[in-house]
T-cell receptor, first 115, second 115 residues
């Protein structure tokens, strides 16, 4: 089965706190691709990062960092020193290598940053 | 600027009426997609097209129809057979879909409601 689980439905933190959004995936494919998208209140999905299954190197981009661990099938997303503008719904997604046309999305985590 | 344009932003449907959602892209992408998003849920794939004059059903195609007569356009018709059409509809495109790691680019969405 191909599946993405984002167990945290909603998270609320105070500005400047660090916050981690969890993502666990299931796939039988040995080659696959993982994505994170941000959906602000305006509605469009904004692409944040892509990770290939054969590249477990973690990545940092400014206040954002991603921890990919194949051993636990997880691809977690951490925001350091959160800001109010980070408030959005965040989606983790999986694209199996055997199904190039389909992306499986998690149900999303609504992140609220309080001033 | 290159991007994806969805129109209208808001749409209301009467009982028994078909309505068409527009999606246009100027990114020169081969692949285009339609997703449905319900409150608190992730995105579910309705239809996708990898090339002009060809399209495939996604996970929830019943009650919907599409056409792909031009590379830049992928309109979605919500037919009267779709009994629960109220949702947020997102159109996306990606380049060279056979390359699985291409991220999808999304439009701003259309919010459809029943009158």
């Amino acid at each position: 089965a191909q599946k993405v689980t984002q167990a945290q439905t909603e998270i609320s933190v105070v500005e400047k706190e660090d916050v981690t959004l969890d993502c666990v995936y299931e796939t039988r494919d040995t080659t696959y691709y993982l994505f994170w998208y941000k959906q602000p209140p305006s509605g469009e999905l904004v692409f944040l990062i892509r990770r290939n299954s054969f590249d477990e190197q973690n990545e940092i981009s400014g206040r954002y960092s991603w921890n990919f661990q194949k051993s636990t099938s997880s691809f977690n997303f951490t925001i350091t020193a959160s800001q109010v503008v980070d408030s959005a719904v965040y989606f983790c997604a999986l694209r199996p290598g055997s199904s190039a046309s389909k992306i499986i999305f998690g149900s999303g985590t609504r992140l609220s940053i309080r001033p | 600027d290159g991007g994806i344009t969805q129109s209208p932003k808001y749409l209301f449907r009467k009982e028994g009426q078909n309505v068409t959602l527009s999606c246009e892209q100027n990114l020169n992408h081969d692949a285009m997609y339609w997703y449905r998003q319900d409150p608190g849920q992730g995105l579910r794939l309705i239809y996708y097209s990898q090339i002009v004059n060809d399209f495939q059903k996604g996970d929830i195609a019943e009650g919907y129809s599409v056409s792909r007569e031009k590379k830049e356009s992928f309109p979605l018709t919500v037919t009267s057979a779709q009994k629960n059409p109220t949702a947020f509809y997102l159109c996306a495109s990606s380049g060279q879909d056979r390359v699985s790691n291409q991220p999808q680019h999304f439009g701003d969405g259309t919010r459809l409601s029943i009158l």
